[in-house]
Structures are given as structure tokens and as C-alpha cells.
């Protein structure tokens, strides 16, 4: 791996990398438009256009190391943010069938996990230690700004300009596109290995479970929240937008709790 960059220079690459991991966040405010669009089509139906995102990503993680020993991470990252912006243009000239738009979410949907696979790894690459825990505290906060930001922008462009605007808020990928390519190391391919044969332990199952339980609650809202706005009268998009954006808030709060709680563990564990 190329490491004579400044490492605040990675780090903030990465962090600008992470702001799309909450793209799904995106489509949330703009299922009830879709939806008046596509009258024959049942609640459900809409819904898929955001669930397919989700669905793509457990395959792709998977198929995801398969790439590794060809491309680089770095790369890899750059395809998947290239994915999700393709994904976003797509509606934009493909848009008078509802299969078109379940195309376009499986795009979004491979692009991100290619990007939140990689991430990840890129991080543990060039951080150790205190500085990699802090360092993925700041990456929970980008994620959740990134998604403020993209279902907030969603909500606007589709309360200005209708739905296949919404789409739009996916631009945010050109200039992530620009300062990774510039701040993070190309680095090299990852030569393959054998697999070790450990299996999974106990705590990434328990792990995996809540992650699962999360998921599924923050697919319900994301899924329904639009509709429930419209159909009630309580607002548009744009609201659905801000909605959705106050649920991404909370998410930074919780990076700021993390980064001290691992400071004043660390601490402790010193002590003692």
C-alpha cells in the first residue's frame, strides 16, 4: 500500500468516500410521488423500488472479494460510487415503466456495497489501533451527514421538480468521484489467500442479529414514510425529506457518544 500521504489527507478521503452510505436514503421521500405516478401500481410494488437496494447488497458483498485480486480497494470504491451515480441518472431518461426504476435501484444498490465493503477495509489499511476507532467513530458521523444531506436534497428537488429529480441528489457522487481519486492512495491488489478455517464466532452472529433487527426497522420507515406523509395530508416531499434527514441526524450524535465512550474506555482500560 502506497502510505506517504499525510494520513489527515486519507482519512478525510475516506470519510468524503462514506458520505454515500446512506444513499438509500435517498428514494424515501420520493415513494408517494412515484407512486401517484404509477397509479395501477400497489403499495407494495413502490416499496421495491427502495427494497431492491437493500436486497443487492448482501450478493454483491459477496462477490465483492472475487474482485480484490484484480482491482484495487481504492478502485473498487470508485466503481461502486460510479454505480450509484449511473443508478441515479437512469430515471432520468428511463422512467415510464416501474421495471426501469427497479433497474436503476439494483445499480444504486451494487454500487453501494461495493463502497461500504471497501471502506471499511481501507480504513483498518491505513489506521491501527486508538486512531482506526476514532477514525470510524468520524466515518458513523459522515454517514449519517451524507444521508441528511441526500434525503433532504431528494425531498427538495422532488418537491420542486417532481420525482425523476429526486434522483438527481445522486450529483453528489461527481465531486466524492474527484477528492478520493486525489486523496486516497491507488495501493495495490490483494493477492489471494487461502481461507482460514475459524467459521464464524458467536459475537458475529449476535452481532449480525442486531444489525438484521436494525435493518429492519430503518427499512420499514424509510419504505413507508413518504406515503404516510402524503396520504395524511401532513406535508410533500420536501417534509418527507426533512423527516427522513432528522432520522440520519440522530446517527451523528451517535458518532460524537461513540469517539468519547472509546476515549474514556481506553482510559480505564490504562488504569487498569
Do not use: H
Not at 422512467?95 to 480504513?123: D, E, Q, R
Not at 470510524?136 to 436534497?153: E, L, P
Not at 457518544?257 to 476515549?263: A, F, H, K
Request: aromatic share 6%; with cysteine.
Amino acid at each position: 500500500m502506497e502510505k506517504g500521504r499525510n494520513k489527515k489527507v486519507i482519512a478525510a478521503g475516506l470519510l468524503v468516500m462514506s458520505l454515500t452510505m446512506a444513499c438509500n436514503s435517498a428514494l424515501a421521500p420520493i415513494l408517494a410521488e412515484v407512486g401517484k405516478f404509477f397509479p395501477d401500481a400497489s403499495d407494495s410494488a413502490i416499496q421495491i423500488v427502495l427494497t431492491l437496494i437493500n436486497l443487492v447488497t448482501l450478493p454483491m458483498m459477496l462477490l465483492e472479494p472475487l474482485m480484490e485480486p484484480k482491482i484495487t480497494k481504492r478502485d473498487i470504491a470508485l466503481i461502486g460510487t460510479v454505480l450509484m451515480l449511473i443508478g441515479g441518472l437512469m430515471p432520468q431518461v428511463l422512467n415510464s415503466k416501474l421495471w426501469m426504476l427497479y433497474a436503476a435501484s439494483i445499480v444504486i444498490g451494487a454500487g453501494l456495497s461495493l463502497v461500504v465493503v471497501v471502506s471499511s477495509s481501507l480504513i483498518s489499511d491505513y489506521f491501527t489501533g486508538l486512531e482506526k476507532s476514532r477514525v470510524m467513530g468520524f466515518q458513523s458521523i459522515f454517514v449519517s451527514i451524507g444521508g441528511t444531506i441526500i434525503a433532504k436534497g431528494s425531498g427538495l428537488f422532488t418537491a420542486m421538480a417532481g420525482w425523476k429529480r429526486g434522483y438527481l441528489v445522486f450529483l453528489i457522487c461527481v465531486p466524492i468521484l474527484i477528492i478520493v481519486a486525489l486523496t486516497v492512495p491507488k495501493g495495490e491488489v490483494v493477492a489471494k489467500e487461502e481461507k482460514a478455517s475459524g467459521g464464524i464466532s458467536g459475537s458475529m452472529i449476535y452481532f449480525g442479529v442486531l444489525c438484521l433487527v436494525t435493518g429492519i426497522f430503518v427499512a420499514t420507515f424509510n419504505t413507508n414514510i413518504a406515503m404516510y406523509i402524503d396520504r395524511k395530508g401532513i406535508g410533500d416531499a420536501s417534509t418527507a425529506g426533512t423527516v427522513a434527514s432528522i432520522m440520519q441526524v440522530i446517527g451523528i450524535l451517535g458518532g460524537l457518544v461513540l469517539g468519547n465512550y472509546l476515549n474514556v474506555l481506553q482510559s480505564v482500560q490504562r488504569f487498569l
